[in-house]
């Protein structure tokens, strides 16, 4: 995974969210498969295994922000802004921590990968 400095500058770079989040996509048919209960375990387990206080970093705190309005303003979803938002927060808390955590690489890969984790 990449530092905390260079997964920040991606994200403020003005471009990066906006490919993913501007095209047209049925983003409710892929929150739908993001509360399958495989899904929504895999991700508790690594909320759990990476932020077991649920406390949040300064930098967290503003990543979790800043792609929230982003994405809000992009696709006007707010449910979709929220998951994004928490995906996000949950990479930066991984690599601020320097832990490990197999589903949340996944998760930055497929965002990388410019494709909604579902």
């Given at each position: 995974?990449?530092?905390?400095?260079?997964?920040?500058?991606?994200?403020?770079?003005?471009?990066?969210?906006?490919?993913?989040?501007?095209?047209?996509?049925?983003?409710?048919?892929?929150?739908?498969?993001?509360?399958?209960?495989?899904?929504?375990?895999?991700?508790?387990?690594?909320?759990?295994?990476?932020?077991?206080?649920?406390?949040?970093?300064?930098?967290?705190?503003?990543?979790?922000?800043?792609?929230?309005?982003?994405?809000?303003?992009?696709?006007?979803?707010?449910?979709l802004a929220g998951?994004?938002?928490?995906?996000?927060?949950?990479?930066?808390?991984?690599?601020?921590?320097?832990?490990?955590?197999?589903?949340?690489?996944?998760?930055?890969?497929?965002?990388?990968?410019?494709?909604?984790?579902?």
């Open positions: 995974m990449i530092g905390a400095g260079e997964f920040v500058t991606r994200i403020n770079n003005g471009s990066f969210l906006r490919e993913l989040f501007s095209s047209e996509q049925n983003w409710d048919a892929m929150l739908d498969a993001r509360d399958s209960p495989c899904f929504d375990a895999a991700w508790c387990a690594a909320f759990a295994a990476v932020q077991p206080d649920g406390a949040e970093s300064s930098l967290a705190k503003e990543v979790r922000e800043t792609v929230f309005k982003e994405v809000l303003q992009l696709t006007g979803h707010a449910e998951y994004a938002s928490d995906d996000f927060s949950l990479i930066i808390a991984t690599i601020e921590r320097h832990q490990r955590n197999d589903f949340v690489e996944m998760l930055w890969h497929s965002y990388l990968s410019r494709q909604f984790p579902h």
